[in-house]
């Protein structure tokens, strides 16, 4: 079963960019939604995009669209989230998550997905 390894978060500046990258651990990923989470200091888990497994078709949360980039490399099994123009409110520990099967569709819901990695934390101070 696909595993998941998130890195590329850091301590950066207002109006910089980070690009975070999920790494899976074997090939099943081809079949897979994926998506990006964020969870904020005392605030429950949410949404930050998603992507199906042709990479054609992505979904975003309102706060991020034209700022954020959710991509995927099939060949390398990688998913990635590139964070332009980031802003202080996007601090948070950012996870990668994946739909096994599941890559027909867009999955926005924390409880669709079964499978999560670690988190990688990204700070923007002002």
């Known amino acids: 079963q696909v595993q998941l390894v998130e890195s590329g978060g850091g301590f950066v500046q207002a109006g910089d960019s980070l690009r975070l990258s999920c790494a899976s651990s074997d090939q099943s990923f081809i079949s897979a939604s994926m998506g990006w989470f964020r969870q904020e200091p005392g605030k429950e888990r949410e949404f930050v995009a998603a992507i199906t497994w042709s990479g054609l078709t992505t979904h975003y949360e309102e706060s991020v669209k034209g700022r954020f980039t959710i991509s995927r490399d099939n060949a390398k099994n990688m998913t990635y989230l590139q964070m332009d123009n980031l802003k202080p409110e996007d601090t948070a520990v950012y996870y990668c998550?994946?739909?096994?099967?599941?890559?027909?569709?867009?999955?926005?819901?924390?409880?669709?997905?079964?499978?999560w990695g670690q988190g990688t934390q990204v700070t923007v101070s002002s």
């Open positions: 998550a994946a739909v096994p099967g599941g890559g027909y569709q867009i999955w926005t819901e924390q409880n669709d997905y079964p499978v």
